[in-house]
């Protein structure tokens, strides 16, 4: 009899491991280059520097799921970001600054909470011709996407072809205040098909402020933002034909009640429109070419800036790989557009700007 409990008792324990399947991965990217620019700075000087993240951020993360059972799995996501160059945590020297969330799978769907990617990041993943890459994309002319969310319940679910998400965040930066329901507030939803060669997707996405600095008042003095709201929609598509990969995309945009959307020359310019256009060639299994270009215009303001992006990679192997990128912006009456990004630290208004990197990245 004992030795027959002992046995049910083996028996159970190998039944609950079973049960209970759980995994961790380690997994990451470290990406590093030599880049140029011209006309950068508020002096317009020549600029030669190491980059880390030509064609993905630098990056090391945790990956982890476990097998409840019945279909529900429990997950998770640590993943930091790093600049190759210094050693220096990324996301304002956040430890987990990409990712780092908690949450429930199953057949119906993924409920995750934490900082996570927003709407727009996933939609400019998946359309954005250069795969929104820190050197060069579409997250120069427009960052939001490649933006991230502090305090996000989020919820992505994949039905066949079709893919559905939607994301709250209670505050997407900083921790959430007593009496400021709204202060940082974001949400949005994603929509998404893909059958074949074909994709299609839009996306919507609604932003508040935090706090801003009072002109003129002594330093710290700051007023509530949280009435200012930034509003986008999106809608993008893909087709393969062959080697060739083709991208066309708009977005639209718009501030109010004081906010001001990046590049924009002044709060007056509170709409934008961006249209962009790409096409990526796989010429050999191991040699690809991809370009892109974007115009971004602006309500009642001739400042309107164009970017062009250009990125030749080789993959060496299925984990390392060698790329050459080169960019171009092009600014008139007034516009501050750099191939990084906006503002005088990038380049001075009126000034065009040239961009190149050549990089390794490897995978693991």
């Known amino acids: 009899m004992k030795m027959k409990l002992f046995a049910a008792a083996v028996a159970a324990l190998a039944a609950g491991g079973a049960y209970a399947q759980s995994s961790v991965t380690l997994y990451g990217v470290v990406d590093a280059g030599i880049e140029y620019n011209n006309n950068a700075g508020p002096n317009g000087d020549n ?7 030509g064609q993905s951020g630098s990056r090391w993360g945790l990956r982890g799921v476990e097998d409840l059972g019945g279909g529900l799995k429990g997950l998770f996501v640590l993943e930091s970001g790093f600049d190759i160059d210094t050693g220096r945590s990324g996301q304002d020297n956040r430890l987990f600054g990409r990712a780092a969330y908690v949450g429930l799978q199953n057949q119906f769907g993924t409920l995750t909470l934490g900082r996570q990617q927003t709407v727009m990041y ?8 250069m795969a929104i890459a820190p050197r060069y994309s579409i997250t120069s002319i427009a960052p939001e996407f490649q933006s991230r ?3 996000t319940v989020k919820y992505v679910g994949k039905f066949g072809g079709l893919t559905a998400s939607a994301m709250y965040s209670f505050r997407n930066e900083g921790q959430e205040e007593a009496g400021a329901f709204r202060r940082g507030q974001e949400y949005g939803a994603l929509l998404s098909y893909a059958a074949g060669p074909f994709a299609v997707g839009a996306a919507y996405d609604e932003t508040h402020g935090t706090t801003v600095a009072v002109p003129g008042a002594p330093a710290g003095t700051v007023v509530d933002a949280s009435g200012r709201r930034i509003r986008r ?12 990969k083709a991208f066309v995309g708009y977005r639209w945009a718009k501030a109010a009640d004081g906010a001001v959307l990046p590049g924009a020359p002044s709060v007056d310019n509170s709409t934008s429109n961006l249209y962009w256009a790409g096409l990526a060639y796989q010429l ?11 115009y971004q215009d602006f309500r009642r303001t001739g400042a309107d800036p164009w970017q062009f992006a250009l990125t030749g990679d080789y993959a060496l192997s ?10 171009y912006a092009l600014n008139k009456d007034g516009s501050q557009l750099g191939v990084a990004g906006y503002g005088p630290a990038n380049v001075q208004a009126d000034k065009d700007q040239i961009g190149a990197i050549v990089g390794v990245r490897h995978k693991f």
Not at 233 to 244: I, M, N
């Open 47 to 53: 600029l030669f520097r190491m980059q880390s993240g």
């Open 122 to 129: 996933d939609f400019g993943l998946q359309f954005d011709p």
């Open 149 to 151: 969310a502090d305090n």
């Open 233 to 244: 929609a999106t809608v993008a598509g893909s087709y393969a034909f062959g080697p060739a």
């Open 284 to 294: 050999t299994p191991a040699f690809s070419v991809t370009g892109a270009a974007y």
């Open 318 to 327: 299925k984990r390392t790989d060698i790329y050459a990128s080169v960019s």
